[in-house]
């Protein structure tokens, strides 16, 4: 095993703890992970992505349905518009994309760079969110309040848009709408937006699974397994770390890991 794998499979096991601790996140990590340490090509990360953290969060969604953490009903309320998204994204969208979207003389922009900022615009907005973000749960008064139901679904088709997009699981976008939209407790909507999560991300996968599509399934099945490993681990420290620190921690990494993809991929 080569010494960049090795560095690759040990910040898997960050990608899952990130999840565990936060509900959110593991994408934003995966994605420049198997791009600038595993050399993979940026549209296929995107597809390793989904499978990854889908698989991931469908481990720590089981484990918090086991504490009676997630609430069913919200999982297909929200679930059904964003896995029809994020599967018409990568089935039909992100293959019919121009390898050169902008053909101009002065800065031809390619579908991978294209997508890469894209993800990187995605980092910045969700670092801001993470760091500037005090959360308020719910009151009792509030979860009893009708919900909106198209607000509901419109959000639903957004997030999957992205996240077939960019190959994210759109955790910071679906935990703020379980809590406003769909008036959900903090801790439920965490496990609830862990199990959309799972399911989105590996219908968004199988949009990915072509016949000319080539998938190393031996790095891919090696990345998830450590990244299961790290959700254990995270879903532990979740019971003694302070969350809102080391959320707003966690966001001032992804602001700089947004900012370093942009200049990567337009400077350097």
Same mark, same amino acid.
């Given at each position: 095993?080569?010494?960049? /794998?090795? *560095?690759?499979?040990?910040?898997?096991?960050?990608?899952?703890?990130?999840?565990?601790?936060?509900?959110?996140?593991?994408?934003?990590?995966?994605?420049? +992970?198997?791009?600038?340490?595993? $050399?993979?090509?940026?549209?296929?990360?995107?597809?390793?992505?989904?499978?990854?953290?889908? %698989?991931? %969060?469908?481990?720590?969604?089981?484990?918090?349905?086991? /504490? /009676? #953490?997630?609430?069913?009903?919200?999982?297909?309320?929200?679930?059904?518009?964003?896995?029809?998204?994020?599967?018409?994204?990568?089935?039909? *969208?992100?293959?019919?994309?121009? !390898?050169?979207?902008?053909?101009?003389?002065?800065?031809?922009?390619?579908?991978?760079?294209?997508?890469?900022?894209?993800? $990187? %615009?995605?980092? +910045?907005?969700?670092? &801001?969110?993470?760091?500037?973000?005090?959360?308020?749960?719910?009151?009792?008064?509030?979860? =009893?309040? !009708?919900? =909106?139901?198209?607000?509901?679904?419109?959000?639903?088709?957004? *997030?999957?848009?992205?996240?077939?997009?960019?190959?994210?699981?759109?955790?910071?976008?679906?935990?703020?709408?379980?809590?406003?939209?769909?008036?959900?407790?903090?801790?439920? $909507?965490?496990?609830?937006?862990?199990?959309?999560? %799972?399911?989105?991300?590996?219908?968004?996968?199988?949009?990915?699974?072509?016949?000319?599509?080539?998938?190393?399934?031996?790095? #891919?099945?090696?990345?998830?397994?450590?990244?299961?490993?790290?959700? &254990?681990?995270? =879903?532990?420290?979740?019971?003694?770390? =302070?969350?809102?620190?080391?959320? $707003?921690?966690?966001?001032?990494?992804?602001?700089?890991?947004?900012?370093?993809?942009?200049?990567?991929?337009?400077?350097?």
């Amino acid at each position: 095993m080569e010494f960049t /794998q090795i *560095i690759g499979f040990s910040l898997a096991v960050l990608v899952g703890i990130t999840l565990g601790l936060i509900g959110s996140g593991g994408s934003i990590l995966a994605v420049p +992970i198997l791009v600038y340490v595993m $050399a993979v090509e940026p549209v296929l990360a995107t597809a390793y992505s989904l499978f990854i953290v889908g %698989a991931t %969060a469908l481990v720590g969604g089981l484990q918090r349905a086991k /504490q /009676q #953490l997630v609430d069913f009903k919200k999982v297909f309320l929200f679930g059904i518009p964003t896995l029809l998204a994020v599967f018409l994204t990568r089935k039909f *969208i992100v293959p019919g994309l121009p !390898e050169v979207l902008f053909p101009t003389s002065f800065f031809p922009v390619q579908k991978s760079v294209f997508i890469m900022l894209v993800f $990187a %615009a995605v980092m +910045i907005v969700a670092a &801001f969110k993470m760091i500037m973000s005090k959360v308020a749960t719910p009151e009792a008064s509030e979860t =009893n309040q !009708e919900l =909106n139901y198209f607000l509901i679904v419109t959000q639903g088709l957004f *997030i999957g848009l992205l996240a077939g997009f960019v190959g994210a699981g759109g955790g910071f976008l679906i935990v703020p709408a379980l809590l406003f939209l769909g008036k959900t407790p903090m801790k439920i $909507a965490v496990g609830t937006s862990l199990f959309i999560i %799972a399911l989105q991300s590996l219908l968004g996968f199988l949009g990915d699974i072509r016949p000319d599509q080539v998938i190393d399934w031996k790095l #891919l099945l090696l990345f998830a397994f450590f990244s299961i490993l790290g959700i &254990f681990i995270g =879903n532990r420290l979740s019971k003694t770390i =302070n969350g809102s620190k080391l959320k $707003a921690g966690f966001g001032w990494f992804v602001l700089v890991m947004g900012f370093y993809i942009i200049i990567k991929e337009l400077v350097l």
